[in-house]
């Protein structure tokens, strides 16, 4: 997840729920974790693929 966050970009912003959906490409799956809007430290929703092997 912390690699998502510092690698990631932001994707989407969704004005409703006031979320921002941080994705990073160079992973395998489509991973990503989304964040509150207001509180960029509250993260909301992660999806990780099942097994990832980082460098």
Do not use: A
């Amino acid at each position: 997840m912390d690699h998502i966050l510092d690698n990631g970009t932001k994707t989407k912003y969704d004005p409703v729920r006031d979320t921002i959906q941080i994705r990073d490409p160079s992973l395998p799956g489509k991973p990503f974790v989304v964040v509150s809007g207001s509180d960029p430290n509250h993260v909301v929703t992660v999806m990780i693929p099942k097994e990832v092997h980082l460098p």
